[in-house]
């Protein structure tokens, strides 16, 4: 990158040599620095490497790289131009994307992108793992995050939005990766009830708690 970068690397209490394999790290240009979640669930493993991080811009995704890191270059340069939420999505007409689900999954995610659009209006696909924002905006929103599991992404990008945030969504190559975590008969009942508790919680909160009065001088790097 034209620019110091540095990469977090969450650990959502895992179980594997993870967080010994970032410890020892060789240092190199990059930073590299590990964030401990024992917290269960992506949306508090983000929300925790997010609110660790000083760097105007900030963006997170997924650790299996089922998105092609090529995007990142276009998702900075949108940033730096003053778009301040920019995310990938696998429904874009120029996307490549490669899709191993299962029929019963790709009906599920067709409900859940229903569901979806009611919260988030105008954003095609809220659930892809690569999204990237200004970091002053998405400090300020995750620390209001309230959702712990796959269906904080739908928090999120609400909040941004109730904060005067436009989504712009980007083109990726996407290949469905072995190994995933959810599971449609484990997890649809908890989803419909974490979408549930977000619209009950943007409904009914106060709209006047808003951005910290200060923040610290912003980190080009991200780290001390």
């Not at 000083?54 to 900075?76: H, Q």
């Not at 959702?147 to 904080?152: D, K, L, N, Q, V």
Request: net charge neutral.
């Amino acid at each position: 990158m034209p620019f110091p970068t540095a990469v977090t690397v969450v650990d959502n209490d895992s179980t594997d040599a993870t967080a010994e394999i970032v410890r020892t790290w060789p240092r190199g240009p990059v930073p590299v620095r590990l964030v401990e979640c024992p917290i269960p669930g992506k949306g508090a493993a983000v929300r925790a490497g997010l609110l660790q991080t000083r760097a105007p811009f900030v963006g997170f995704c997924d650790a299996d790289m089922a998105t092609d890191l090529s995007a990142i270059d276009v998702a900075f340069g949108l940033l730096l131009t003053g778009e301040r939420v920019v995310v990938g999505s696998r429904a874009h007409a120029f996307s490549d994307v490669e899709n191993r689900h299962s029929r019963i999954r790709e009906l599920g995610a067709v409900g859940f992108r229903s569901l979806a659009k009611v919260l988030v209006r105008g954003v095609s696909d809220t659930q892809c793992g690569f999204k990237f924002f200004d970091g002053p905006l998405v400090r300020e929103v995750a620390a209001r995050l309230r959702t712990p599991g796959f269906a904080f992404d739908v928090e999120l990008l609400a909040r941004c939005a109730e904060r005067g945030a436009s989504v712009h969504e980007i083109p990726v190559q996407w290949r469905d990766m072995p190994g995933s975590r959810f599971s449609p008969a484990r997890h649809s009942a908890g989803i419909l009830l974490e979408l549930g508790r977000i619209w009950l919680t943007l409904r009914t909160e106060p709209r006047t708690a808003a951005r910290p009065a200060w923040e610290p001088p912003l980190d080009p790097v991200g780290y001390p």
